[in-house]
């Protein structure tokens, strides 16, 4: 664990240092460069990684598979149509995020909904989130081609998802919907540990397991959501980090959770590091990178654990 | 009484119940073992009293505690088995609350979990994951156990332990209502037996009355004999 923090920092320290304008460390201190870019941008990517991947996990938790994340579940492509939507008809960001906010938390609520009319297993529940997730997808596709009012290269830049940031906006605006998740997960770790283990069974344990399920996805869904807003759909890092960190920091769950945040925020600072060091002329958005390290890491995890 | 139902219907779907206009109740130290054909609807009573499903009608006072007020008085094993979780068996167990430390002893010595405490629960063989999961249900401080085949992949001894724990605890005044098709086990192990036969309580009596009517025979359409092993064992064949 101590590594992993020590690792964090030195990504961190190496992330506010290095970049395209070459400055010593003195001056560096005292510019622009280093208070509104460089230092916001890395704060925003350590909270954006943390967040994904703790939220990854508590999905994970909570549905007993692996493969859940809120992007699997739909949550993140229900809020980018919901940015899309606003943002072809040229409203403000401000609406934009509202929209995003309203259309993912009503994808969770489509959810929930058939859970409760019908008892279906949690299973079913992500295999309708993979549709809404699909068919959000098919939609945003149709806008892009038929949306006159778009500007296509800026949305193609959203949507895979970027922490090029200026200024404290986007920390601010982060960081409470991260505390209240990671506040939450934190205090309410024995429900959904049980959850991981007795599922929908564990109804005489003193609490509720659809509530908890309910309420910890609504919660992830809001920071998810205020994430994909902000930054867009940055992916990988939930479906990825969470298994990481489970090979790390075996059997205590807490530890997972703790390893979690420290681990996605290390890797989403390192893909930014790597995109703005080693593709900087490109200006590529760091949900490429992400996804680029993350599709091959997941495979080689995955690998590994048949091979054992 | 510990538990009472009253006109209780249950089932997974309301146009088709499984039971219907089932009566009971779970007084004080009693070990009730509800017999019946497979498919018949053992588990789904089971669910419906601990609350995994709601019941279609009829009345369950108990469902209407909180969750909180509902963990002090019942304490479920479902029959099925854990997923694959990576947590160690300790770590399971130290989320079970309410709980004390000389019936968290009783279990662990009862079931012979201690061996494998600092596991994890992904390793573990079926007969030791069920011993696990067990002990789970029973250390966790209720009224009563609503077991759902518990002795289901286990060895003979763990069998004959877990029948003695179930003993032990009836002394403590916990009772348990049992479904299992293991008839060996619940006659030697029940204070009373009900059986269920299309959709209702066909019988609910005592040991001896079981024998003496030959209930069993009746329940499963198998000629059962009753062999005396020793003053309070009793073999079926």
Known sequence: MLICILLLLFVSLLNVSLGSADLEFLKLFNSDIFWQLRLPRTLTAALAGAVLALCGQITQILFRNPLATPYTLGVASSASLGALLAMSFGLSWSLVSLSALGFSLAGIALLALAFSLKRISSTTMLLLGVSLNLFCASSISVLQVTSGK??????????MGSVSVVGYDAVLFLILPSIVIIALSFWLYRPPALISIEGDFAVTRGFNPAHIRYLLLFF???????????????????????????????????????????????????????NRVCFSGLGLPVGVITTALGAPALAIILWRQNLN | MILQTQNLVCGFNKSSPVLEGIDFSVAKAEIIFILGPNGI???????????????????APHLELSAMERAKLASYCAQEVIESSDLLVENYLSLITPTHKSLFDLVVKELEIKPFLSKSLIKLSGGERQRVRLGACLLQDSKVYLLDEPTNSLDPKPIQNLSRLL???????KSSVIVSHDLGFAINTGTRFIGIDQKRILFDCDQSTLREKKLLDQLYSVNFNWAQVSDSRWALC
Do not use: Y
Request: net charge positive.
């Open chain 1, 150 to 159: 778009l500007d296509l290269s800026m949305f193609l830049g959203w949507i």
């Open chain 2, 167 to 173: 003993l032990e605890l009836k002394e403590l005044s």
């Open chain 1, 220 to 274: 992830t869904t809001v920071a998810v959501a205020c994430l994909v807003t902000k930054l867009g759909p940055i992916g990988f890092i939930g479906l990825v980090v969470p298994h990481f960190s489970k090979r790390i920091f075996k059997s205590d769950l807490k530890k997972q959770m703790f390893g979690n945040l420290v681990l996605g925020a290390l890797v989403l600072i390192l893909a930014d590091l790597i």
């Open chain 2, 41 to 59: 609807g053992k588990s789904c009573l089971v669910q419906t009293l601990s609350g995994v499903i709601s019941p279609i009608a009829g009345e």
